[in-house]
């Protein structure tokens, strides 16, 4: 079970980074990738969507 919330952790982690990299080359603001931070994989999926 424990190798379980590992993957989790870091697909949250992951999610969260790739989020705010993608925010920050777009944006160039701490206060965007902040809040695309916080929706990370919802972020992705959008940006992904409407690319």
Do not use: C, D, N
């Amino acid at each position: 079970m424990e190798s379980g919330k590992s993957v989790v952790k870091t697909g949250v982690g992951f999610g969260t980074v790739l989020a705010i990299t993608i925010s920050w080359s777009l944006h160039q603001s701490i206060l965007w990738a902040i809040i695309h931070g916080l929706f990370s994989w919802l972020y992705i999926i959008y940006y992904i969507l409407t690319r």
